[in-house]
Nanobody, 115 residues
Framework: QVQLVESGGGSVQSGGSLRLTCVASGFTFSESQMSWYRQGPGKERELVAYITEPGTTWYGESVKGRFTISRDNSKNAVHLQMNSLNPEDTAIYYC?????????WGQGTHVTVSS
């Protein structure tokens, strides 16, 4: 059974930091591209960052320089370190795994940034 379980969300003041973690099971994690998406109130879901199997990373313009994505294949985990948070980062953050044949989504973790 495939599972993606996100954790680390919460409430923080503007300028603060959070570290999100997504732990995967039920598929070959090391052969999957891992991504973080987010969906803010009244907004479309957007890609925040991804990391490929070899470790290449990509970031959306709004988070570049503030967020860092990393993966630990030994623990089937992907992390999103979020620094210098601002209210615009308030959203539900989702983990996504893309294998050669399909994609999987987590249930999401809430992040609220207050000014």
């Amino acid at each position: 059974q495939v599972q993606l379980v996100e954790s680390g969300g919460g409430s923080v003041q503007s300028g603060g930091s959070l570290r999100l973690t997504c732990v995967a099971s039920g598929f070959t994690f090391s052969e999957s591209q891992m991504s973080w998406y987010r969906q803010g109130p009244g907004k479309e879901r957007e890609l925040v960052a991804y990391i490929t199997e070899p470790g290449t990373t990509w970031y959306g313009e709004s988070v570049k320089g503030r967020f860092t994505i990393s993966r630990d294949n030994s623990k089937n985990a992907v992390h999103l370190q979020m620094n210098s948070l601002n209210p615009e980062d308030t959203a539900i953050y989702y983990c996504k795994a893309a294998t050669y044949t399909t994609t999987y989504w987590g249930q999401g973790t809430h992040v609220t940034v207050s000014s």
